[in-house]
């Protein structure tokens, strides 16, 4: 059977954006953040497109071990660090680099016996409560790793934000000087900002910007999309309509019959569903797009299947190609509708759909 939901990601968008992210950070470097299989457009289709990046940042070591195959010789950041005491090794093997964050991790790299120098993220919590070292410990923990002739000597000092996407919150002001009263007698590279840091934090711009959703062209900043922050929407999501049916005024549509026909209609139906990715809890009114005019879904979404109320384009074939978002329809818009937002839809798609490169 031919699969007909198709996500097509634009490597071209995917480099234009890199590179104009590259230009904002400047004279910062750039880790692109490719964790969660490069936001859900694949891991080695992104790296290739952004082949020759300052740093790859990772989720797990498995997805260095996927780039090092893959023939990268960037540097590559595991941003959760080591899970194990055995998980050291492998970093070295893979020539990745890690990020410490918590005791556990600092003990059993003090346990290890020498041998070549690991590069460390030193990560400090400055305000999140997620990951990271108290603040008030950032000066023992760096002494006790550079004691250690098995970590390389440049430690890069990093912290993480809670609400960067607020560009008047009071409270990444305080994760700064949190930061840098934690580290100012710490020599070594800086690294605070995510994307949206990036573009409203311009004091934390430090010495490495982590950016992931705007690689991607997916906005950062409620309210706003990718293309408001000058992006390009990388991946672009469609199906087809496989049925289109007349239903009666009165007619119920789809499972519980959570939406009525309020006149004898056209009702069509796309092959895309949750079990593709598409988000159940998008309810009736959102939009997908048909001939380039939007059309709102009837009814709930189901596993393999939506219904489209197709009042305005009665005219519509079988066949047809229907947008569920991309650069024309905006993922925010559909997240929006779902109560989500665009990351957990690009992030979502499931292995039913097929992924082509254009
Ligand atoms: C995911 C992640 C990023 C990238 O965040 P974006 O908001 O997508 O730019 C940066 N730093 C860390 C530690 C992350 O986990």
């Not at 895309?272 to 598409?278: K, L, R, T």
């Not at 947008?323 to 665009?342: D, F, K, Q, Y």
Request: proline share 6%; net charge neutral; aromatic share 6%.
């Amino acid at each position: 059977m031919s699969r007909l939901a198709v996500a097509r990601v634009d490597l071209a968008a995917l480099a234009d954006n890199h590179a104009r992210l590259r230009a904002l950070a400047a004279p910062a470097r750039l880790m692109a953040v490719i964790k969660a299989d490069g936001y859900g457009h694949g891991l080695e289709r992104v790296a290739r497109a952004l082949r020759g990046a300052d740093a790859f940042g990772v989720a797990a070591i498995a997805d260095g071990q996927r780039l090092r195959a893959a023939g990268h010789d960037e540097r590559i950041v595991v941003l959760s660090g080591p899970d194990a005491p055995g998980d050291l090794a492998e970093l070295r093997r893979l020539d990745l680099e890690a990020v410490i964050h918590h005791d556990a991790q600092l003990e059993w790299l003090e346990a290890e016996t020498g041998s070549t120098p690991l590069r460390v993220w030193l990560k400090i919590d400055s305000g999140m409560h997620r990951l990271g070292f108290a603040p008030e410990r950032a000066a023992e923990v760096h002494a006790r790793l550079l004691r250690l002739p098995q970590v390389h000597r440049e430690i890069v000092l990093m912290t993480h934000f809670a609400a960067s996407d607020e560009f008047v919150n009071p409270a990444t002001a305080r994760q700064i000087e949190t930061f840098a009263a934690a580290t100012r007698d710490l020599p070594g590279p800086r690294s605070l900002s995510n994307s949206a840091a990036l573009l409203g934090w311009p004091a934390a711009r430090g010495d490495w910007v982590r950016s992931g959703g705007l690689l991607y062209g997916l906005s950062v900043v409620d309210g706003k999309t990718g293309a408001d922050h000058g992006m390009r929407p990388a991946l672009r999501l469609s199906t087809r309509l496989i049925a289109i049916n007349r239903v009666p005024r009165g007619g119920a549509v789809g499972y519980a019959g959570t939406w009525t026909c309020p006149e004898d209609m056209p009702v069509g139906i796309a092959a895309i569903g949750y079990g593709d990715g598409y988000p159940r809890s998008a309810p009736s009114g959102t939009p997908v797009l048909l001939r380039g005019s939007e059309v709102p879904l009837a009814g709930r979404v189901s596993m393999d299947l939506l219904a489209l109320d197709l009042r305005q384009l009665p005219d519509a074939r079988v066949g047809e190609e229907v947008v569920l978002w991309g650069p024309e329809l905006p993922a925010e818009r559909v997240a929006a509708a779902a109560g989500t937002i665009s990351y957990q839809l690009t992030c979502g798609l499931t292995r039913r759909v097929l992924f082509v490169e254009g």
